[in-house]
């Protein structure tokens, strides 16, 4: 018979103990770990007005398609709160002369194909977004560069034309974000194929390295085929990756679980469409949503009743304007502009359609921008003054096909209220209202005499402010949908965007504004305000003043 010692019996009487013990504080602390758990899962499901335009980072310059393709991709550098310059896929950058600037890129990143982030990619992405087969909108943001250099694989050397201050903020903008180059060597290689080419990928790129003719006859042979692969298999290094998509219906993201920095706390994002704002709301009230972008201004009453949900305002850098086809008579006459414009009461549309939400805006420039001034003043609001403007240009029996894009009311109860000033001056105006896509189609290829548009200026500098907009290089579905061409104009915003000294590039942008006003390409209504919402289950869900999410943050209850 073998002996048990006393620590061998004192064991036993614990373990017997134990198993008598009762276990219920142990399954609490089980629950609400299961609990915590769950609380960094789920997929929140956001209704937004309207649906992404591109999946392509170079394909399209809308805010809609920025809002989702942002969980997606990452540019080499991004903005704090504060508009300050931060880095993410570049560690460092330095500015080594007046036109080269080196960046040292982040080790270590893939994409969610598996590819490596480095040097090549950061070249290969620079070179699709200026080329030609591309015919990218968001081309205007880098064509100033004109070398993209490899130092080594995680060093890389943009070299511009000219001195260019702006260059690190438009490397923020969503023309600065990266695509995996595999996928961009993959969607080359479909449209030579498409297109019935005999070059190789290889020779292609040597082609439009080269320049010339040659280049530019292939390059529209093939552009109708450039980027169709992109937009259906998205892929970039951001904390989400592309999960699914329907057109017009929604748009799916899932975590990255291999992301390089911090993961989401969300299992992902669905972008659910949901153009009528009250059909919105309602989905918020009802659980169907578990947040919501856009909530118009005539609603902030009633989503801010709502003890379940919560009301998110914070200003913006966008300019919300009426725009002219300056190309169509007679509205390439400056008096006829200037007549409509004092036709407009700013203050009465900021109260009676936006409901006091925004600020007054006398150009595109909004405050905290370099180049704003609180003296710049705009044309009044003058009934007399616009009937003496458009007897001195000899108008009359004028009728005004306005566009706006359908699924935004305020715009349209901005046109029915332009509509009814403008026929006491016997202006007869139409409102045509269009769907988003097909919207931006028609005002970028001139079908229209009047539009109305927002523009949130993403890099906060002021040259992406007001260049987009009016400058000549920019007609048609760049951004200049006045197609409104002035050399003056032009010749500041090319000197402001060259100058390295503040204070001369803020007197140049103050002088490129009175001309704005002046000539009156467009009718400048506010500086807009982000209103969004969430059901209170929803923490960490805010947008910055570009109206742009980082979902890291987020978690649901």
Sequence with gaps: ?????????????????????????????????????????GTLTLAIPSDAVSMDPHGSNDVPSEQVRD??????????????????????????????????????????DGSEFNAEVVKSNIERVKDVAKASPRSFLLDMVTEVNIIDDYTVELVTEYPFAPLTNNLTHGAGKMISKDLIDADYQQALDEAGSDLSLEEY??????????????????????????????????????????????????????????TSKLDGVTFKVVSEPGSRIAELESGSSDAILATLSSNIERVDSNEDVTLLRNESVSIDYIGFNTEKEPFNDPKVRQAITHAFDSEAVLDGVYNGSGTPAEAPLAPGVLGYSEDLEGLDYDMERAQELLDEAGVEDLTINLMVNDDNPERVDVALWLQESLSTLGIKVNVEQVEWGAYLAATGEGEHDMYILGWSNSTGDPDNGIAPLFHSDNIGPDGNRSFYSNPELDSILDEARQSTEESEREQLYMDAQQILVDDAPAIFIRHGENLNAHGNHVEGFEGDAYNIFDFRGTSMQ
């Excluded at 198993?19 to 299961?34: F, K, L, Y």
């Excluded at 320049?211 to 006859?217: R, S, W």
């Excluded at 259906?232 to 329907?246: H, I, Q």
Aim: glycine share 8%; aromatic share 10%.
């Design 71 to 112: 969980t997606i991709y990452e540019p080499l550098l991004t903005q704090d709160e504060n508009f300050e310059i931060v880095p993410v896929l570049a560690e460092e950058y330095e500015q080594i002369d007046e036109t080269t600037w080196e960046f040292k890129l982040r080790e270590g990143v893939t994409f969610h």
């Design 205 to 262: 790129y040597e082609l439009r390295d080269a320049g010339g003719d040659e280049h530019e006859a292939v390059a529209n042979e093939i552009s109708a085929y450039v980027g169709q692969l992109v937009e259906t298999e998205p892929v970039g290094t951001n904390y989400f990756k592309f999960d699914s998509r329907s057109p017009g219906e929604q748009t799916s993201v899932v975590r990255n679980d291999d992301y390089w920095g911090d």
């Design 1 to 41: 018979m073998k002996k048990f010692s006393f620590i061998a019996l004192l064991g036993v009487l614990i373990l017997i103990l134990a198993a008598c013990t009762d276990d219920s504080n142990v399954e609490e602390e089980a629950t609400e770990g299961e609990e915590a758990a769950a609380a960094e899962g």
